[in-house]
């Protein structure tokens, strides 16, 4: 069989259409598929058992509605398994573990129990749905200084290198919970720049971009200029529970934590370094009055729900599209929380409870 000149010419412009047609309803299809934003949501793991403060009485005998459908005891293989599942099918990207560092009283570092659902994470087989970082609860006696750097250096450069590690600005992130505490510990923010420069460059030696490193900050000047002094990249935080509240009120409704919440991120604008902005889904911690009799008589929410985490994070979203400028250019929001049980704020649905949190996530994050 021959074909003429023009015949091959038309076959070839035939050609050219049908890849630029498959090209674009496959990048059409990614477009569709991909969250609009980042979501990640802050785990703690006090639930191993190990840990007997976490799960008081209280806790599980007057607040059975918090209670996972796993159980209590959710530091398991299969229950990790189950949770990324969860997580992922609601939209959420990454989890933020709380990373904890511990040492006996010879100086020798041992394996936090606090920090067992990471390590089930990495061992996971369906850990590719959800990327993870680490938060460095670096309080309550898990300070981290000039004599521990080099050993938790070193463990963090392992995590970084994992696959599923993620990345803003190319580099892996790193999140620290107190600023200040490292400021106390290393004795000045010029130290704790050093600190900083030193993981750096010891991250680019392991064939890394580097780190991008961000500290929970209050929303004023103060703050901002710790984190800038120390070398701080961005802002974010943990919770910001006591915003909405307001004197003498004890059951404040869930909404005023909102509102709040946007007003604190507002402030974040005017910050030297970029900001990722954290929603704190509730706060009533109760059950921890054993930790801290004060929580008994406390303030806390009311009205929390699959609706409220739905307004929660479509507010978020809406944020971080308004403001590109002022926050990473990955699109990240972080959730307080996955699993703060004893304080009030979880997404995990539970046994006894007829509405699921994780529902207000993955509608707040359709397109």
Same mark, same amino acid.
């Given at each position: ?11 070839? @412009? ?5 890849? =630029? $047609? ?38 599980i ?14 530091? *398991?293989?299969?229950?990790? +398994?189950?949770?990324? /599942? ?6 959420l *990207? ?6 904890? %560092? ?11 129990? !606090? ?11 369906? !850990? ?13 006696? +898990? %300070?981290?200084?000039?004599? /521990? ?15 599923t ?11 620290? =919970?107190?600023? $200040? ?6 004795? *000045?923010?010029?130290a704790?720049?050093? #600190? =900083? ?12 971009a ?10 004023n $000047? ?9 070398? @701080? &990249? ?6 910001? +529970? *006591? ?11 869930? &909404? ?23 929603v ?11 930790l ?8 806390? %929410? ?9 307004? &929660? ?22 959730? %307080? ?18 509405d699921n949190?994780?529902?207000?996530? !993955?509608? #707040?994050?359709?397109?």
């Amino acid at each position: 069989m021959t074909y003429s000149t023009p015949g091959l010419v038309r076959a070839f @412009f035939i050609l050219i259409v049908a890849v =630029f $047609s498959l090209v674009s309803a496959v990048t059409q299809a990614q477009k569709r598929s991909a969250p609009p934003i980042q979501v990640g949501a802050y785990y703690f793991d006090g639930w191993t058992g190990q840990t007997p403060m976490h799960m008081p009485r209280a806790l599980i005998d007057s607040f059975p509605e918090r209670e996972p459908v796993w159980g209590w005891l959710t530091s *398991s293989p299969k229950v990790l +398994h189950n949770q990324i /599942d969860a997580a992922a099918d609601a939209g959420l *990207s990454f989890f933020s573990f709380c990373w904890y %560092y511990s040492t006996n009283k010879q100086g020798a570092v041992v394996d936090d129990p !606090k920090n067992h659902a990471l390590s089930l994470y990495l061992k996971a087989a369906n !850990k590719d749905r959800l990327k993870f970082c680490l938060l460095v609860a670096n309080h309550q006696g +898990h %300070y981290v200084g000039p004599a /521990d750097w080099a050993k938790v250096s070193k463990a963090w450069l392992q995590l970084f290198k994992k696959p599923t590690h993620l990345q803003v600005n190319g580099r892996p992130l790193l999140i620290f =919970f107190s600023a $200040s505490t490292l400021v106390s510990q290393f004795g *000045s923010t010029q130290a704790v720049r050093q #600190a =900083f420069d030193s993981l750096r460059m010891a991250a680019v030696k392991a064939g890394l971009a580097g780190v991008t490193i961000a500290a929970c900050a209050s929303p004023n $000047s103060d703050s901002f200029r710790l984190a800038q002094d120390c070398g @701080f &990249d961005l802002l974010t935080g943990y919770n910001y +529970h *006591s915003a909405g509240f307001k004197p003498s009120i004890i059951e404040t409704p869930i &909404d005023s934590m909102a509102v709040a919440s946007r007003r604190i991120w507002d402030q974040f604008k005017v910050a030297p370094v970029p900001y990722i902005p954290t929603v704190t889904l509730n706060w009533d911690p109760r059950p921890w009055a054993n930790l801290n009799k004060a929580h008994r008589n406390a303030p806390r %929410y009311v009205g929390f729900s699959s609706n409220s985490v739905y307004k &929660d994070v479509q507010m978020a979203r809406q944020w971080i599209e308004t403001n590109p400028g002022k926050t990473p250019k990955e699109k990240i929001a972080l959730l %307080y929380a996955w699993n703060e049980y004893g304080e009030g704020a979880w997404l995990t649905p539970t046994r006894n409870g007829k509405d699921n949190p994780l529902t207000g996530v !993955k509608k #707040a994050l359709k397109r």
